[in-house]
Every structure is written in structure tokens, then in C-alpha cells.
């Protein structure tokens, strides 16, 4: 296959590159255009948590979609063994394992990746990765802060290549029919969307400094952010809930329905004022080190005044919505409401107390096994490959520019609630109004060999 490859490139290249040239590519744009018949090959980074839904998904579309997971790779060895068993199990191929993602990016065979990493990662690898001429399918939220998102997308354009953030939503169907309902103006005009992450969590406790395993990478680990002597409660799973390495729930599980809200309500843009007030309730911080907030309220107006609201409970609580919902998302019109929870939904008119509308009731039965929008994610994983085929952005579901723009909302709401106060946001030049101090929050001050530089 890779000799087939290297033929191609070089008949169509030849001496001058005339023949991509004419079609408008240069000889390293050429790679990110695969023939449909063509075997790609994959690397996962980070395969434990999420990564191992990456690698079920990927893995089941090897024989449909002439895909193979050829690398995995994971700064924490310990997890080799099992990703590997897994591949090898559900695909009938044994991977390289890998802990230096530089390296994959190295291979030439490689052609896209895609990132289960803890979110500090998300940008930087994905800028690497295309930089190195390899298409990104990246877990939410897109990136860590807001000077990331906008490097991310400048990297996906300058070196041509797909990449597709991890908002499944949009490819799930029942998902894709209420939004064109309410944009078709099934509820009159929206005028609000809310949006819910009801998760009860208890605390994962407090450790003393050691030093890590040997298993684990640590400095390669931590990557942009600040150095701090290993804890293991800083580390795998509990980073959502510390400030250097991730967003807390609001930007973990948040931004599926961050991304729904918006979506709903049809705005490609960012708002222009956040109010984000919260806390941590439950427990002390003698009892847990956790920093984000597990409980948190978000308020955001956008130019034409149009609001959408955020709720974040990680203590006990009661649904909302004759739908119960506890993560879902309400929508809110000129003549009615809207109410979804996960792929099902109902629409009520005015007052009335039975929906008028609502998705199928019928389950739908995937005869065709290259079904391309099956619920439960695996649908956005084959869109992604599609688009890698077509050689087009708009042939993905959640482009990076799409991603970008409702990831922003969580990572926003997050600076008011660290400043306590409410910010006036100027989308066009993505600063905050007159106030420096939350501005040096749109980044970060990176780790030598790990800076998201301004020129990518």
C-alpha cells in the first residue's frame, strides 16, 4: 500500500509538479487528499477515559471504511497493554505503541489522528499534528483557552487538512431534525436556549506529592502547563478539575450542550456580555483539591439580545423539564418550547401541556453497515473519514471553526466566574472590553518546548 501510495505522488508530482500545481495543490497539500478506495492509517493519542471509545469506533469501521489503527500512543505506558488487546481484538491488527506523539507525527504512513488527551493537549498536538500534514479528529472542548482555538484554526487552513471536533451531536439524527425545526421556526423565534450538565459528583479526596511512576511521562504529561510536582490526584481523570490542565464540568461534559445551545439558537458568533457565578459546595478543600467549581450558573447575551444560559449541578438535584432532563437542553420561543434530552425531543405550543411535535418514535435499524449517522458518536467518527476522503471542510459535521465557537462559551463563562464579575466581549477581535486583566486570561504562559506559538 505505501509503495501505491509513493507511486501515485510521484506520477502525479513528476519533475515540476505540474499536475498538482494545475489542480491548484502544492506537493504537501497533495496529502491531505486521499483516493475513496485508498486504506488510511490512524493514530490515537491518549487511550484511556475516552481514547478507548476512540479506539472502538475507529476499530469497527476497519473493514467499511479501509481504515486501520496503526499507532497508539499514550504518555502513561500502563495503558499499552490494554489498548493494544483492544485493537488487536476488535480489528484483528496489533498496533505500534508509541509515548512521544512527535514521533507519530514523524510517520510518514500516518495519515490523521485523533486526540483523547486531557484538554491542555488539545491544541498544541492538534497544531503538531497539522503541521506535520496530518488530519485531527480532537475531543471537546477544542482547546484549553481562546488564543488556542483561533491557532488551531489558522493551523487546520494553512496546512489544508480536516479536522473535526468531538461535538457528536451533530451527527447524531434525531439531534440534527430538532435543529431544523427550530430553525425552520417550529417554536416561532428562539429567543433562549438553556442548557444543563446535572452530574453529581463526590469528592476524589486530597494525596501528598511523590514522585510519579515510572509508567508515566510526567514532564511530557503536563506539556504547556506549569510545572507542579506529581500528585495523583492532579493526574488521570481528576485534571478536569484543576485549573492548569482542565475546565471543570462546565467545560467537560458543558460543552456538548454549550455547542446544542447555540447551534438552536442559529448563532455563528460570539456573544457579547458572561456572567458565571458558582462555587464548590459538598465538601472543603481540606476533604478534596479540586479548584472549578461543581456548581455554576451561566448567563450570556448575544448583539440582538437573544440570551442562552448555562447550569452546571454537581451535587444532588432533581431534572428539569416533563423530559427530566439532567444533561439536555431546553429552547425557548415566540410560540412555544422545545425540549431535548440527548437524541429525543418534544415541542410544546404555548400553553398547552401535550407536545405537538416530536422525533421518531421508531428506533431506527442500521441495516447498511456503512450507515454514516448511527446515535452514540460512531457516526461522527465515519463523517470525519468521509471528509478526509473529500478533501473538504464543509464535508464535516463540527469543523474546528464550528468547534472553536461553542467551545469559547464555557472557557469565557469560566474567567467571569474566576474574576466575580461580568465581562462586556468584543467577538471581532476576541478581547474583552476594556478590562487587561481578563484578557491575559484568553491564554497562557507555556513551558519552553511546549508554547502555542502566534505564527503557526
Known sequence: MTKRRDFIKKSLIGSAGIAIGGMGFSAKSYASILGANERLNLAVIGISGRGASHISNFSSMKDNFNLRIKTLCDVDEKFWAEGSKSVLDKSGVKPVTEWDMRKVFDDKEIDAVSFATPNHWHALGTIWAAQAGKHVYVEKPACHNMFEGRKMIEAARKNNVRVQVGFQNRSIPNVMEA???????????????????????????????????????????????????????????????????????????????????????????HPVSVYSSGGIYGFSPQECSQETPNTQLSVFKYSDGKMLEFETRGRYSNGESSHDIRVGNIFYGTEGYLELNGGSWKAFRKRETEPFARSKA?????????????????????????????????????????????????????????????????????????????????????????????KV
Not at 478539575?241 to 448563532?267: C, E, M, S, V
Not at 487587561?436 to 519552553?448: F, G, N, S
Open 362 to 454: 421508531e428506533q431506527q435499524e442500521v441495516a447498511d453497515p456503512t450507515f454514516r449517522f448511527a446515535a452514540g458518536g460512531t457516526g461522527h467518527y465515519a463523517n470525519f473519514i468521509d471528509a478526509i476522503r473529500s478533501g473538504k471542510d464543509a464535508t464535516l459535521n463540527c469543523d474546528i471553526n464550528e468547534g472553536f465557537y461553542s467551545s469559547a462559551l464555557p472557557l469565557i463563562a469560566n474567567i467571569s466566574y474566576r474574576l466575580g464579575r461580568e465581562l462586556r466581549f468584543k467577538g471581532d477581535n476576541e478581547k474583552f472590553s476594556k478590562d487587561p486583566e481578563a484578557d491575559t486570561m484568553l491564554t497562557r504562559a507555556y513551558r519552553k518546548s511546549y508554547v502555542v506559538p502566534l
Open 179 to 269: 435543529m431544523k425545526f427550530l430553525h425552520e421556526g417550529g417554536i416561532g423565534d428562539v429567543y433562549m436556549a438553556r442548557g444543563l450538565c446535572i452530574k453529581p459528583r463526590d469528592s476524589f479526596g486530597i494525596a501528598k506529592d511523590t514522585e510519579p511512576p515510572a509508567t508515566l511521562h510526567y514532564d511530557r504529561w503536563l506539556g504547556p502547563a506549569p510545572y507542579r510536582q506529581y500528585n495523583e490526584k492532579r493526574v488521570h481523570y481528576n485534571w478536569h478539575w484543576h485549573w492548569d490542565t482542565g475546565n471543570g464540568d462546565t467545560g467537560n461534559q458543558g460543552p456538548h450542550q454549550f455547542d446544542i445551545a447555540r447551534w438552536g439558537l442559529n448563532k455563528n458568533e
